[in-house]
Nanobody, 125 residues
Framework: VQLQASGGGLVQAGGSLRLSCAASGLSFSSSSMGWFRQAPGKEREFVAAIRWGDGTTRYADDVKGRFTISKDNAKNTVYLQMISLKPEDTAVYLC???????????????????WGQGTQVTVSS
């Protein structure tokens, strides 16, 4: 499985970015796809996830209403649209693939077996 994240960059507070995660190597119909982030000196934290089969989504509380996760079946790509960005959103964003799980489990690290290399998002104040 290969996961290629892209779309990060430097943006001012209040701005927007769209991250992409292109996936290859297996069928994703029975997978969950997640976005996590890790800021310097902090633990990796869950951001958003989508269950590939039926499109069920879950978000971390601090990104609800600002971030939207979506997928393109034809392109095997997952997106994270981020608006109203804040300096505290600054981190390396990683995409991950795991097994299909119940909604409440989508945020769990141990669901995900395959991880991409990450893309840096920097939000200036």
């Amino acid at each position: 499985v290969q996961l290629q994240a892209s779309g990060g960059g430097l943006v001012q507070a209040g701005g927007s970015l769209r991250l992409s995660c292109a996936a290859s190597g297996l069928s994703f119909s029975s997978s969950s796809m997640g976005w996590f982030r890790q800021a310097p000196g902090k633990e990796r934290e869950f951001v958003a996830a989508i269950r590939w089969g039926d499109g069920t989504t879950r978000y971390a509380d601090d990104v609800k209403g600002r971030f939207t996760i979506s997928k393109d079946n034809a392109k095997n790509t997952v997106y994270l649209q981020m608006i109203s960005l804040k300096p505290e959103d600054t981190a390396v964003y990683l995409c991950a693939r795991g097994r299909s799980v119940a909604w409440y489990a989508l945020s769990r690290n141990n669901v995900y077996d395959d991880w991409g290399q990450g893309t840096q998002v920097t939000v200036s104040s």
